[in-house]
């Protein structure tokens, strides 16, 4: 499975992005976004259920970021608003297979499946 994540680029402080994620295959797919800058670990950054029904923000974007997704067009989206220079990294979508197993869905080591990163620079 192959994640295709678009969106990136470069915003002013206080502006806006939307991060889109396509899987290559259809799937019910836990689904997070990670972040992570230069020198620095990756970290988490949202996270949404299959159904959509559970979502979860790292405090440092919540009510800020939002994730959602659209299962009939099977993509998932980060929508970033009032978005700060500390905001500035590469984002990375990442995906889980089910398999019915409690997960810590903040650990990058808890999924199978890759996006290639897309850039996010914001700076005035």
């Known amino acids: 499975v192959q994640l295709q994540a678009s969106g990136g680029g470069l915003v002013q402080p206080g502006g806006s992005l939307r991060l889109s994620c396509v899987p290559s295959?259809?799937?019910?797919?836990?689904m997070s976004w990670f972040r992570q800058a230069p020198g620095r670990e990756r970290e988490f950054v949202a996270h949404?259920?299959?159904?959509?029904?559970?979502?979860y923000h790292a405090h440092s974007v919540r009510g800020r970021f939002a994730i959602s997704r659209d299962n009939a067009r099977n993509s998932v989206t980060l929508q970033m608003n009032s978005l700060k220079p500390d905001d500035t990294a590469i984002y990375y979508c990442?995906?889980?297979?089910?398999?019915?197993?409690?997960?810590?869905?903040?650990?990058?080591?808890?999924?199978?499946?890759w996006g290639q990163g897309t850039q996010v620079t914001v700076s005035s």
């Open positions: 990442a995906a889980r297979d089910p398999n019915g197993d409690t997960f810590d869905y903040t650990k990058p080591g808890s999924f199978d499946y």
């Open positions: 295959e259809g799937g019910r797919y836990a």
């Open positions: 949404i259920t299959w159904s959509g029904h559970n979502r």
